[in-house]
């Protein structure tokens, strides 16, 4: 049971938008920052979002994050193909012993 | 280009040890921090442990605290995990990753392609 509740699956057709949400608390998401990750089948994790809305370079503008409160939340934009996989987020949690959580996964389908 | 190459993996029996390795290039190694991230089998991932550029910091998840030992070669450009007192709940693909910052800022920007480790009697 994860610290950080994600929804298990989003869908959507090519073209289309979703979004993710990442549900937390004060001790993790509402103190530090989120990060997100997309794994797509055969491909090793990828950082997508972080600091709560940071792009790495190499990230299109079509992957978006935000976060308010205790909560995040993960946007995709112009859904491709190339999009389906899980996708995870992540903070640092401050409570005892709780070192760093992630989600467990949100599957996107591309309808 | 970063490269990070995990391996070690195997079948073990409950209760005994296994020591994986990453090999890293592509990158000044002792200028970052490095992880052990973990996946269980249609599972979701688990942070393992991560060790700051200079082994100044290391830091364990509660699951391994006491049975596994994070550890880093500068000079090979290698990092490692020891795992001892291994459980059949341990049994995943293990991948080493890189974080952005020389201390623990874990934000992940590159990850190897993994290693299994199965544990079964």
């Known amino acids: 049971q994860s610290v950080l509740t994600q929804p298990p699956s989003v869908s959507a057709a090519p073209g289309q938008k979703v979004t993710i949400s990442c549900s937390g608390s004060?001790?993790?998401?509402?103190?530090?920052?989120v990060s997100w990750y997309q794994h797509l089948p055969g491909s090793a994790p990828k950082l997508l979002i972080f600091?709560?809305?940071k792009r790495p370079s190499a990230i299109p503008d079509r992957f978006s994050g935000s976060k308010s409160g205790t909560s995040a939340t993960l946007g995709i934009t112009g859904l491709q193909t190339g999009d389906e996989g899980d996708y995870y987020c992540?903070?640092?949690?401050?409570?005892?012993?709780?070192?760093?959580?992630f989600g467990a996964g949100t599957r996107v389908t591309v309808l | 280009e970063v490269q990070l190459v995990e391996s070690g993996g195997g079948l073990v029996q409950p209760g005994r040890s296994l020591t994986l390795s990453c090999s890293a290039s592509?990158?000044?190694?002792?200028?970052?921090?490095l992880h052990w991230v973990r996946q269980a089998p249609g599972k979701g991932l688990e942070w393992v442990s991560g060790?700051?550029?200079?082994?100044?910091?290391?830091g364990y998840a509660d699951s391994v605290k006491g049975r596994f030992t994070i550890s880093r070669d500068n000079a090979r450009n290698s990092l490692f995990l020891q795992m001892t007192s291994l459980r059949v709940e341990d049994t995943a693909f293990y991948y080493c990753?890189?974080?952005?910052?020389?201390?623990?800022?874990?934000?992940?920007?590159?990850w190897g392609q993994g290693t299994l480790v199965s544990v079964s009697s």
């Open positions: 990753v890189k974080d952005v910052d020389s201390t623990m800022a874990f934000y992940f920007d590159s």
């Open positions: 592509g990158f000044t190694f002792d200028d970052y921090a």
């Open positions: 060790i700051s550029w200079n082994n100044g910091v290391i």
């Open positions: 004060i001790s993790n998401i509402g103190e530090t920052f």
């Open positions: 600091q709560n809305d």
């Open positions: 992540g903070a640092w949690d401050t409570s005892l012993n709780a070192g760093y959580v």
